[in-house]
């Protein structure tokens, strides 16, 4: 069993730095692309929608990560890793995007603001986010955010279980990321960061539908 373990952390590593990689590689080609197709004069500042969003959309997105990368290693269905490939991909490469961006318009990738302070810019985007008031607990700095025990509970969770407990993880991150997504793709300034919000908005909608089969196949509900 020891030898079993061991054996999965080569692969772990290597997976882990391809995406690392992948995500610097991002960054760098939309820091070196963004200025020059668009007007240094109309960049985002520091307080603006396309900042907030972009440095706390990059914070949710590597929860997600984190948590598919977890049940990769807690369950053999080939679904539910599949899944987990899926998301660990997209919002790797996505998250690599929205630093690039930041470095692009020289901007901070952490604000002494709290999470979400950008969609007080208007209302009209936080359509969705049923918890106005909400505040970061145990790790969960935004609304789907899991917290430290959930995620621990996922890390001792195996089989079956653990294929739950990530499907009901991810659909409340996803939730919460999609309520995000659709403010940014309201406000932001930049057409580049309301195309990409739209499109986690859509794709993270169908997962849920997705996860919705997934887990009354397994006798569960979100």
């Given amino acids: ?46 307080d603006s929608v396309d900042a907030g969003f972009a440095r706390d959309m990059s914070i949710h997105h590597q929860q997600a990560v984190e948590l598919s990368f977890i049940v990769r ?9 599949r899944l987990a490939y899926d998301v660990i991909n997209t919002q790797a490469n996505q998250r690599g995007m929205l630093l690039g961006w930041l470095d692009a318009w020289d901007l901070p990738k952490s604000s002494q603001e709290p999470p979400m302070s950008w969609m007080d810019h208007g209302m009209g985007g936080m359509a969705g986010m049923k918890d106005m008031d909400y505040k970061p607990h145990d790790g969960s700095l935004m609304p789907g955010m899991a917290t430290n025990t959930q995620m621990d509970q996922l890390r001792r969770a195996g089989g079956k ?28 300034e930049t057409e580049q960061v309301r195309r990409l919000a739209q499109g ?23």
Wanted: proline letters at 3%; a neutral charge.
């Fill in 161 to 188: 279980q653990a294929e739950i407990l990530y499907l009901q993880l991810l659909t409340a991150h996803h939730k919460g990321g999609i309520a995000m997504s659709r403010a940014a793709a309201e406000m932001a």
């Fill in 1 to 46: 069993m020891e030898e079993r373990r061991n054996a999965r952390w080569p692969s772990r590593l290597l997976i882990g730095g391809s995406l690392t990689a992948v995500a610097v590689a991002v960054a760098v080609v939309v820091a070196l692309l963004w200025p020059a197709g668009a007007d240094t004069t109309a960049m985002p500042s520091q």
């Fill in 200 to 222: 986690m908005a859509d794709s993270q909608t169908a997962e849920m539908q997705l996860m919705a089969d997934m887990l009354r196949q397994r006798g569960a509900k979100a």
């Fill in 73 to 81: 290693d807690r369950t053999g269905d080939e679904d539910v890793r």
